[in-house]
Each structure stands twice: as C-alpha cells, then as structure tokens.
C-alpha cells in the first residue's frame, strides 16, 4: 500500500497533492487540513521539532486541539505554498475562504477511479496509513492517541 500512495500523490493535482501529502504526513482529518490558517503553521525550527510544527486549533473532538511536528517535504511544501497564498487559510479556494471538504472528496474520486484504486480508498484513508505506519514501528498507543487527536485510548489501541 505505501507505494500506492506514493503514486497517488504523483498523480493528484492541486490542491489534492499537498492536501494529501500533509495528511500523510501529520494524520491530519481532512476538516483539519482544511481549516488551517497560517498563523497555526511555525516553520521556525525547533528542538522537538527540527522541520517546524503546526498547530490544530479546532478537530472532532477536544483532545483534538494538539501540535504536531513537520517532516521536511511537509515543510517544503509549505514555504512553496506560503510564497503564493494571499489568505489567511493555508488552502483557500477563490473567494479566500477553506476549500470545502466535498470538493477534496470529488477530486480524489477521479484520482482513484483513473488509477483504479478501490472505493473504499477514501482521503482519510491517508491519516489512517500513517497511524498504522506508526503502529508497525512500535510507536504506543498513547503517542498514538496524541498525534491523532483521538478522544479515547481505545480508538489508538487499533494501530498498535
């Protein structure tokens, strides 16, 4: 599966691709990709997190709200993206306001019908490839539950 993912990411365009990829990235849900402004992102390098972090300020829940660190194609990604944006929202569709979630969800359905993946293969599918990922590393289920923004151990036990 990573390498469909990888060659799904390749194959999307824009806003898709770096949606995606940040949602691969940090298991981010697809509202929270959404509704991030740029004061939430901090590329300013720190201790904990050598590539910058950001900042969830609203999710499903309220452990939802957590930081969560940057991988250097995130941030790459991002500087590129910061260098264009004229809005406060890190993914904004023409009249400056958030993308809506069923755009991203159209956009995907024809990257997965052209590549002929499986319908089950939604957009938050991608958050769930990195919390196995990180469950097949070994990572507990308390970490887990931290990156997540799960409101119960219970649902971050599945990954480990």
Known sequence: MPQVVEVGLKAAKEPLEDLALLMLDTALRDGEALALKW??????????????????QKGKSTKARRTLSLTARVRSMLEARFKTSSTEFVFAGKAGKPILVTSLDHQH???????KLPEDFVVHSLRHTLLTRLGLLGVDAFTIMRIAGHSSITVSQRYV
């Open 109 to 115: 359905a024809k990257v997965r019908k052209r590549l």
């Open 39 to 56: 004061p939430d992102v901090h590329m300013k390098l720190a201790p904990t997190a050598k590539f910058g972090y950001l900042q969830v």
